[in-house]
């Protein structure tokens, strides 16, 4: 079965700096996605970023980017110049091919940016 | 102007009523779903569709029940609803093809509180 767990439940950080949030998951199969969702303070789920499994390049999406390391199933965002904005729930989410079309997501990770 | 829409935003419900939980898409999707978010869990998959038809149920209770009137809606009623289906319930659609996975775009969600 699928499980994505996220273990860093907050972090706070100073705008303007790089943050890294953590996501491991779990899977039988040999192809995958991988998804970053945030969820601002109105409750509105976002899109922001995908990593699929047979790509080795780590994708890139304006500030934010991934650190995929398929060989410890391991997938962070990392998101640079953090803005107030920033701040949010950020989902890990993963797709494969044993769990057709759902998501299965991690419990998420509050990101804090102070002035 | 918003390119999923669930009505309504928020829902009282007593025990033991039904209500049904609306969601249109308008980003010429064919494959629609249903999530829900609880305070004890992370987000949930509940049902995905593809052109109308049902194509993974993860909801163990038959009180769920999606419909499809068209390819863009997916409904979702409840029937017999206890205090425990107090949740927000997330819409999300996709252009999803056989073999090919591809995002999931989330709706504003519905807040049920039912008392």
Redesign the interface.
Known sequence: AQKVTQTQTSISVVEKTTVTMDCVYETRDSSY?L?W?KQTA??????LI?Q?SYKKENATVGHYSLNFQKPKSSIGLIITATQIEDSAVY?C?M?DTEG?????????TQLIIQP | DPKIIQKPKYLVAVTGSEKILICEQYLGHN?M?W?RQSAKK????MF?Y?YQKL??N?TASSRFQPQSSKKNHLDLQITALKPDDSA?Y?CAS?Q?QTGV?D????G??T?LLVL
């Not at chain 2, 992370?42 to 998959?45: A, G, K, S």
């Not at chain 2, 995002?103 to 989330?106: A, L």
């Open positions: 996605f998804f969702y109105s409750g509105e789920i976002v899109f995908r699929d989902f989410a797709r057709a079309d759902r998501l299965t997501f991690g419990k998420g | 494959a779903y999530y992370p987000l949930e998959f995905s593809s194509m993974d993860q927000t997330f996709s999803a996975q995002t999931q775009y989330f504003p969600g807040r």
